[in-house]
Nanobody, 125 residues
């Protein structure tokens, strides 16, 4: 059974930083592209970032480019999302997801087979 477990969320002030982690189990982690999505209250879930099996290249939503960095450690079955210069608009539940098709663009939910339960990020102004 596949499990993706996110951690690292919390409350941070405008301009602050957080690093999210997502640990996978029950899957051969290194064979999956990994993505981060987020869902703000009253809004649809949206793409944030994606990293391929080998780490490069990565893809980002325009709203987070140059502020967020996705990375992975296949030896630890973990994907990270380093979030800097956080803004109140970044407040959302953040989800990690796994996609077995490394070649896909991976910017839509339907491209991912497995999902975590999410971690809350709240940015105060």
């Amino acid at each position: 059974q596949v499990h993706l477990v996110e951690s690292g969320g919390g409350l941070v002030q405008d301009g602050g930083s957080l690093r999210l982690s997502c640990v996978g189990s029950g899957l051969t982690f290194s064979l999956y592209a990994m993505g981060w999505f987020r869902q703000a209250p009253g809004k649809e879930r949206e793409f944030v970032a994606r990293i391929r099996r080998g780490g490069d290249p990565s893809r980002y939503a325009e709203s987070v480019k140059d502020r967020f960095t996705i990375s992975r450690d296949n030896a630890e079955n973990t994907v990270y999302l380093q979030m800097n210069s956080l803004e109140p608009a970044d407040t959302a539940v953040y989800y990690c997801a796994a996609d077995s098709a490394n070649w896909r663009a991976g910017i839509t939910e339907r491209e991912y087979e497995y999902w975590g339960q999410g971690t809350q990020v709240t940015v105060s102004s």
